[in-house]
């Protein structure tokens, strides 16, 4: 099961860190990836990590400005999200996955968190 937390409503060129505690002891197994979605529109792929913390991936329109990291002693992804902008605004989600070839699609997921609000004003 997993745990998404620490959105909230932040003003454009803010920052938030959101969190996304696992429980079981097979964490590290697990490539972890983030998403989010807005009203209308599909669930869009942000970033991606691999299971022992080496690897990451990100989309092109969050690069430079979003960080995911990890840490397997506490079962818990994190994603640093700074210079936020407007249309960064939607529902965040974890996933976990053991792919990373097909790890940009939501699809190949095995587990995913409930989504974390995040809304950037302008």
């Known amino acids: 099961q997993l745990q998404a937390s620490g959105g909230g409503l932040v003003q454009a060129g803010g920052s938030l860190r959101l969190s996304c505690e696992a429980d079981?002891?097979?964490?590290?197994?697990?490539?972890m990836g983030w998403f989010r979605q807005a009203p209308g529109k599909e669930r869009q792929f942000v970033a991606i990590?691999?299971?022992?913390?080496?690897?990451?991936n990100y989309a092109n329109s969050v690069k430079g400005r979003f960080t995911i990291s990890r840490d397997n002693a506490k079962n818990t992804v994190y994603l640093r999200m700074n210079s936020l902008k407007p249309e960064d605004t939607a529902l965040y989600y974890c996933?976990?996955?053991?792919?990373?070839?097909?790890?940009?699609?939501?699809?190949?997921?095995?587990?995913w968190g409930h989504g974390t609000q995040v809304t950037v004003s302008s």
């Open positions: 990590i691999d299971g022992s913390g080496a690897s990451t």
């Open positions: 996933g976990a996955t053991t792919t990373w070839r097909l790890s940009r699609f939501p699809g190949q997921y095995n587990y």
């Open positions: 079981g002891r097979t964490f590290s197994v697990y490539n």
